[in-house]
Each structure stands twice: as structure tokens, then as C-alpha cells.
């Protein structure tokens, strides 16, 4: 479940041989003396560990110094070291996505999830890594956090994206290509299609073109799809749903409440709702039969799925939502999905799919933690 973390240590020893072997010295200012750990030189973010060559001119050692830079600025990602001048101990910092350090480790596919036993040993390699008590390292203080799952369906992504409408408790809603985010001042929600995404990173099909893993990407896509489904919390001191943040401080609490997170996450995501667009139109003989009755409200409602077929359910969602008034927003869009998905026929499929197959999988990545706990 975890994904990208974010978190620190501080008063920590970092031994002079880990300093000289795995990092390099960046800045140095009056109080602080600052290090970045150089990804090559760690075993589980590099194929190849090279050898350090403490003699390099000092030209060299700029241009070394800014290649670092460049590999762990990419998206943010840091490991890093900071103490006063001749102080031994000092402030550890990591900001990496665990998940893929373990798909790289463990030689995994790119849709692999961490699950309990996942999650204990890629963290325990950190803590190996750099010769840091594991006792100490899992008081580690959580800063930011990224949680999700990957769900393979049977059908066409454009099926799946195209139900997804809006997310309770989320006020803006964020549409690009197959992504869609759900944003309020303390957290978002994305789904988007990750067999797309992990293709435009390279991470499927790594032997083929561009062109040819294109292809190859598009015919797996005609009845597959793989969707990803993140929380995204930007500072854990600011995250306001607290049946996850007091689940989410440190590395241990994420560790001891691993299973009842992987429940709250289901809870959260479960207030995506859908609108059913995949499903044919009610039969006209049925719609008929209904307005026969006379009765106005079974006309309005007809008047009213005509309309936001022809402007788009969704487009009408994200249209009204900023001007309607809060206090009945979310009970007026609700009724406005409901009558949609009334008229389209078989109702609810992508919506149950998508429960189904979300709890099926957390269930999945959290059962280690529970026989663990035993």
C-alpha cells in the first residue's frame, strides 16, 4: 500500500565510513555541515555499485556532485544528512517511493503492491543500508505519505474512466486525459490508468521501442486495464481524517496499524461514485410506459437524464459543484447520479467492480499483518 514516504530521524550517528562510502558532502555553511546520498552507491537504487575514488580532481567532483543532484531531485526524491560543524550526530532524511525500491530489489513487475511483509523488509533494508538500529530507525517521524492499490479489470480503461465521477467530501475535481484527481486543502485522491503511466516512464515492455510499446500497450488495453488509486497527504501534520493520520506518524505506527489502514483506506475510497456510462439506454417502450402514468415527476426526471445526456453527466457535475450551495451540494449531485444511472439500465457494474475488487485487494496486502500480530 505505501508508496512514496517521507520521513526523518533526528540525533542520528551516520558512521564516517557510511559518510565517505555512500554519500557526498554538498554544502557547508557557518553552522551546517549538509550531505546527499549518491544513488549509485546504494544497493537496492542501483544495479551496479562503483567503486568511490577519493582522489578525483576537483572539477570532477562538482560535476559529480550536480549529477547527484539531478538523480535524487527526480520527483523530488532525496536521501539525505545534516549536522552541525563537528557535531557526530545529525538529522537523517529520506524521501523515496519504497514501492518501486522493492520492484527494483525483488526484480518484480511495476503493478507489484507492498503488502505487510513488503512493507517491514524494504524498510529494515533502509536501516541496513546505513547501519541505523532498526529499533531507532522505525521511530522514524512520517512527513508526507503516499498510499494506493493496483486493480486489473476486464474491460477498456476509457469504460472505467469515463464512470468515475466525483468524490464526497472533495471539492475540486481535476480531469486530464485518464487521470482524474480529487483535491481539498489537506489531501487528494487520484485515479488514473497506470499501464499508461508506467509505459510513458518505460517500466513495461523495456526491451521494445516507442512505437512497438505503443502497440503493445494498446492491444492489452482493448479488454485490460490496470488503475491505480492514491492518497496523497502533502504534510501528515496537516491531514484533518483521523482515523488514518493517528495510523500514519511513524514508520512503526504504519507497521503495528498496517491492517486497520488497509480498512480506512477502503472506507475513503469507496466515496468515489460513479455514473453509469457504459450500459445501453433504457428501452424507449420502458421510458414510454412511465410517462403514460402522467405523473410530472417521472417527466422532469426523463427532461432531466435527456439534459445531462446531451451536456455530459459529468461535465455538468464539475460545471455545478463551485456555484451550488454546500449546504446541498453533495445531496443534489448524488440525486442527479442516481436518476442518470436509472436511465442508463443495469445500474451499478463498474461501481461494484471497483468495491469488489478494492477490498479484494487490500485484503489481500494486509492478512500478513494480521497473522503477524498473532
Known sequence: MVDLIKFYLENIKISEYILASKFMKIKQDDQFEYFMADPKKISFLSQKVKAENFDLPKSEIVVQQENIMKNLSYKNKFISFKRKL??????????????????????????????????????????????????????????QLELGVNIRFNMNIASIMSSVSRMKGMGNTLRIGNTVNFKNQKYEVSVYDKLERESQQNEVFKNSNKVRRKHLVKKISKNNSFVRIELRVKRVSQFNRASIKN???????????????????????????????????????????????????????????LGLKYFGVKKFIEFASPILNTNNRNRYLASLEDLYNQYKGDDDFVKKEFHRKLSAKITNLTVPAISNSN
Open 86 to 143: 563537528n557535531a557526530k550526530e545529525g538529522r537523517f532524511s529520506v524521501c523515496q517511493n519504497i514501492r518501486k525500491d522493492f520492484i527494483r530489489v525483488k526484480n518484480l513487475n511495476p503493478f507489484t503492491d507492498l503488502n505487510y511483509l513488503n512493507f517491514v523488509e524494504i524498510i529494515e533494508m533502509y536501516a541496513d543500508e546505513f547501519e541505523i538500529e532498526k529499533e531507532k530507525f522505525w521511530k522514524a517521524k512520517i512527513t
Open 247 to 305: 495510523k500514519i506518524q511513524t514508520l512503526e505506527s504504519i507497521r503495528k496499524n498496517f491492517h486497520s489502514l488497509g480498512n480506512e483506506l477502503y472506507k475513503l475510497f469507496v466515496n468515489i461514485s460513479f455514473v453509469n456510462e457504459i450500459s445501453p439506454d433504457i428501452a424507449q417502450g420502458l421510458v414510454k410506459s412511465q410517462l403514460n402514468s402522467k405523473n410530472e415527476k417521472a417527466f422532469d426526471g426523463y427532461l432531466k437524464f
